[in-house]
């Protein structure tokens, strides 16, 4: 866990993820309807803005575990699109003046400050509903469609990730135990991860053992990836950061960093990248994609 530069391989492989889920959004949102071209336009700029598409990655990657590297990408692209579109309406709304109130993201202005906040709100609305037109359309059979829907709904909704904010939401200027905080982060953050794990295993034709331990590293990355945020909200600053440094402590949020320390929320880390990697060490194929990704979310410095 000593590098915070992704491997040459996974960089090439998460530009060529980038690269195959942004044409595939661009593509859905090319026709504008007549007298909405500015909310389509915030639709562009909350789901193709820079990002690390680590979701879509995983999508892929989950995918090629399964059924090698001779797997063909395309039959991915409608579900990394779906999960990024569901990543960035979450984002676009969270960080409204109702929500946490933050007027940078991914180094730019927020969506309600680009635009105003009534766009940003119909841009949320709408790349969310985008999600599951892309899924409806795709040509996957049905009965691994619905299922692919099934994970999209359940983490993506009430008893998933917005259960998770609101959970966020009301603990502010609250004290939480570690007890209380890592079920919150296992759905705000992680819910959409796990799914997309399992989205992938599932189109890659993965068993249910299979499934089973594909789950369980993407919970153990998907908490690492909110306990590295929490991290890097009190060590990085705005610049690299991309959205406001401090921005937790300023909103008086329970973190890892405030209930553990830095030192502490850095060995919580290592206990769960060990998870992670122990889940794909009962996995059958080639896992080294995925062991990059769990070292990479480890060691972001943004």
């Known amino acids: 866990m000593s590098s915070t530069t992704p491997s040459p391989a996974l960089r090439t492989f998460l530009q060529d993820s980038a690269t195959r889920v942004e044409a595939r959004i661009r593509k859905a949102l090319e026709h504008p309807v007549p007298s909405a071209e500015k909310l389509f336009e915030a639709m562009r700029y909350a789901a193709l803005g820079p990002g690390k598409r680590l979701r879509p990655a995983l999508v892929y990657a989950c995918a090629q575990v399964f059924h090698g590297v001779d797997f063909d990408l395309a039959k991915c692209d409608a579900t990394a699109a779906a999960l990024e579109c569901i990543h960035a309406y979450s984002l676009v709304h969270d960080d409204l003046p109702a929500m946490d109130d933050d007027a940078l993201r991914r180094g730019r202005p927020t ?120 991290i890097l909200d009190i060590t990085a600053d705005t610049e690299v950061l991309g959205k406001t440094q401090g921005a937790d402590a300023l909103l008086n949020k329970p973190t890892y960093v405030s209930l553990l320390g830095v030192d502490g929320a850095r060995e919580k880390l290592r206990g769960l990248h060990k998870q992670a990697l122990d889940a794909l060490a009962t996995l059958p194929g080639d896992t080294l994609l995925l062991r990059q990704l769990a070292d990479y979310i480890v060691q972001r410095s943004h």
């Open 111 to 230: 969506c309600h400050i680009a635009f105003d906040e009534a766009t940003a709100i119909l841009a949320g609305d709408a790349l969310q509903t985008l999600a599951f037109e892309l899924l409806l359309a795709d040509q996957t059979e049905l009965s691994l469609k619905l299922q692919l829907l099934q994970e999209l709904a359940a983490a993506s909704g009430s008893r998933g990730m917005v259960s998770g904010q609101a959970i966020d939401l009301s603990s502010v200027d609250k004290t939480l135990t570690l007890e209380q905080l890592e079920p919150m982060h296992r759905l705000k953050t992680g819910a959409l991860i796990c799914a997309s794990a399992r989205m992938g295993a599932l189109l890659g034709g993965a068993g249910i053992a299979e499934l089973q331990a594909t789950t369980h590293y993407a919970q153990a990355i998907g908490l690492a990836f909110q306990v590295q945020d929490d």
